[in-house]
C-alpha cells in the first residue's frame, strides 16, 4: 500500500508499518483510530502524533502514528500491539468498500 506495509486483523485495518526516504518525519507506525481516541490513546502513547503529510502539519488527521525518531519507539510499538492483540476498541477501522467503476 503506497511503499508501506499494512495490517490487517481480519477485515480491520490497524496498522500501517512506513520506512521510506520521502518525508522522513512521517516514518514509524501509523495507527487507524478515531478522532474521538485521541486523547485517551494519547495518555498510553505519549510520542503519538498526527501524521503531517495528511494535514500539511496543520491540524490533527484522523490516522495518528508512533514516531520513528521518538525515544519510546519501540516500546510503544510492542504496547500497541499488545493492545490490539487484547481487542482494544480504540484501534483499527474497517475500510470503505471501492466503488466498482462504471464503463
Known amino acids: ?11 480491520k485495518i490497524v496498522l500501517i ?3 521510506r526516504k520521502d518525508h522522513i518525519d512521517c ?9 474521538e481516541a485521541h486523547a485517551s490513546l494519547k495518555k498510553d502513547f505519549p510520542s503519538m502524533c498526527s501524521i503531517s503529510i495528511f494535514t500539511d502539519g496543520e491540524k ?5 502514528m508512533l514516531p520513528l525518531s521518538a525515544d519510546d519507539f519501540e516500546s510503544s510499538v510492542i504496547k500497541i500491539c499488545e493492545f490490539i492483540t487484547h481487542g482494544d476498541e480504540r484501534i483499527g477501522r474497517i475500510p470503505k468498500k471501492k466503488k466498482k467503476k462504471v464503463k
Open 1 to 11: 500500500m503506497f511503499g508501506c506495509h499494512a495490517i490487517y486483523v481480519g477485515e
Open 17 to 19: 508499518v512506513r520506512n
Open 27 to 35: 516514518n514509524g507506525v501509523w495507527i487507524a483510530t478515531s478522532q
Open 60 to 64: 490533527e488527521s484522523t490516522w495518528q
